[in-house]
């Protein structure tokens, strides 16, 4: 199970397209260009060393790109708030510097060759160098916390500690007497929605949001976190290779049980093959042909429409409570990015 990347907004007078063709509004647009262009900069020299392998290893995922998702969310909540207050550029730096941290220690755990097209840190270099370079990251990003004030540095440590529970639990695996499916929506809950839904509440909170938008922006925000997570789910079954740029089933063939298979285990629906796939959902898939076959009775079972289902749930609940927040231009791109998470399944 990856962690997600992904964004953009709608709503309110045009001036562009986001990269996924959502409109977005032309001040929003103008103000999110101004505020990113402050973060690239912060970023990179934040992760600038006295020791040069340290720097090109820091550097290594900043400059591979990436969608700069969490520090958007920042950008975004600020609008609710100052958006111009000195700590949202630093907090929208933390958030990205906690979520490429946590890239290479993944990419240690997971083997990974590659990370956003390019060779992994751990295979360039060693397993050594990519877990520092993640532990260095950390350690800057901690460095820009202290600015910011010791709530901000409590909500980023409880965070950080819902991360390593969840790496934790999603590696040993529910308990025998635990929900399979509970268990696998918390650690989604954990690895990928804590850390969006601090993006969310430091923008709002270091923007001096009122404190009920503050609250609704991180819950909100949580939600659109496990639906991203949910919808990846979904489109590592149903979409082929070119639309997604990877390959299809890499979670079957790998192993790991994400949402769609833990509805299937759990007796979602009923097709005259469940049995099968039960079976291979319980065999090494690296098999090609075996692959080929899960994959093909997956995608063919009713848990991928109950899958879609609670996807739209996740996302419904998230738009629910954003449409409590005032009727500005940063509501409307919270909202589509609800719509889109939904609608990126087909």
């Given at each position: 199970?990856?962690?997600?990347?992904?964004?953009?907004?709608?709503?309110?007078?045009?001036?562009?397209?986001?990269?996924?063709?959502?409109?977005?509004?032309?001040?929003?647009?103008?103000?999110?260009?101004?505020?990113?262009?402050?973060?690239?900069?912060?970023?990179?020299?934040?992760?600038r060393?006295?020791?040069?392998?340290?720097?090109?290893?820091?550097?290594?995922?900043?400059?591979?790109?990436?969608k700069?998702?969490?520090?958007?969310?920042?950008?975004?909540?600020?609008?609710?708030?100052?958006?111009?207050?000195?700590?949202?550029?630093?907090?929208?730096?933390?958030?990205?510097?906690?979520?490429?941290?946590?890239?290479?220690?993944?990419?240690?755990?997971?083997?990974?060759?590659?990370?956003?097209?390019?060779?992994?840190?751990?295979?360039?270099?060693?397993?050594?160098?990519?877990?520092?370079?993640?532990?260095?990251l950390?350690?800057?990003?901690?460095?820009?916390l202290?600015?910011?004030?010791?709530?901000?540095?409590?909500?980023?440590?409880?965070?950080?500690?819902?991360?390593?529970?969840?790496?934790?639990?999603?590696?040993?695996?529910?308990?025998?007497?635990?929900?399979?499916?509970?268990?696998?929506?918390?650690?989604?809950?954990?690895?990928?929605?804590?850390?969006?839904?601090?993006?969310?509440?430091?923008g709002?909170?270091?923007?001096?949001?009122?404190?009920?938008?503050?609250?609704?922006?991180?819950?909100?925000?949580?939600?659109?976190?496990?639906a991203?997570?949910?919808?990846?789910?979904?489109?590592?079954?149903?979409?082929?290779?070119?639309?997604?740029?990877k390959?299809?089933?890499?979670?079957?063939?790998?192993?790991?049980?994400?949402?769609?298979?833990?509805?299937?285990?759990?007796?979602?629906?009923?097709?005259?093959?469940?049995?099968?796939?039960?079976?291979?959902?319980?065999?090494?898939?690296?098999?090609?042909?075996?692959?080929?076959?899960?994959?093909?009775?997956?995608?063919?079972?009713?848990?991928?429409?109950?899958?879609?289902?609670?996807?739209?749930?996740?996302?419904?609940?998230?738009?629910?409570?954003?449409?409590?927040?005032?009727?500005?231009?940063?509501?409307?791109?919270?909202?589509?990015?609800?719509?889109?998470?939904?609608?990126?399944?087909?």
């Amino acid at each position: 199970m990856s962690s997600v990347s992904a964004a953009e907004f709608d709503g309110g007078p045009v001036e562009a397209t986001g990269p996924f063709g959502l409109p977005i509004d032309a001040g929003l647009a103008a103000d999110a260009r101004t505020a990113l262009a402050g973060v690239e900069a912060l970023l990179l020299d934040a992760v600038r060393s006295e020791d040069p392998l340290l720097t090109q290893a820091s550097k290594h995922l900043v400059e591979a790109g990436g969608k700069r998702f969490r520090a958007m969310l920042v950008v975004l909540a600020a609008q609710f708030g100052d958006k111009t207050a000195p700590g949202v550029v630093p907090a929208a730096v933390v958030v990205e510097l906690t979520h490429l941290a946590t890239l290479y220690h993944d990419d240690v755990m997971d083997e990974a060759p590659v990370r956003r097209g390019q060779e992994s840190a751990n295979a360039r270099w060693t397993n050594t160098v990519a877990i520092l370079t993640g532990d260095y990251l950390f350690a800057r990003a901690s460095d820009l916390l202290a600015d910011l004030g010791p709530e901000a540095v409590r909500i980023q440590a409880r965070a950080f500690a819902r991360l390593v529970r969840g790496q934790i639990q999603e590696t040993v695996g529910p308990a025998a007497d635990a929900d399979p499916l509970k268990h696998y929506l918390q650690v989604v809950a954990d690895k990928t929605g804590s850390l969006i839904a601090v993006s969310g509440q430091f923008g709002a909170l270091l923007a001096g949001a009122p404190p009920h938008v503050v609250d609704t922006i991180t819950s909100a925000c949580e939600k659109i976190g496990v639906a991203f997570q949910l919808s990846d789910d979904i489109l590592d079954i149903t979409s082929d290779a070119e639309q997604s740029g990877k390959t299809p089933g890499t979670d079957l063939r790998e192993g790991i049980r994400t949402l769609p298979m833990h509805l299937v285990l759990a007796g979602a629906g009923s097709g005259p093959d469940d049995a099968r796939l039960r079976e291979l959902l319980d065999t090494d898939l690296t098999d090609d042909a075996l692959h080929a076959e899960a994959l093909a009775l997956l995608r063919a079972h009713p848990a991928m429409d109950q899958a879609r289902a609670d996807l739209r749930r996740w996302a419904e609940d998230a738009r629910a409570e954003l449409m409590t927040l005032p009727d500005i231009p940063a509501r409307a791109a919270f909202t589509g990015l609800c719509d889109y998470v939904v609608t990126r399944t087909g």
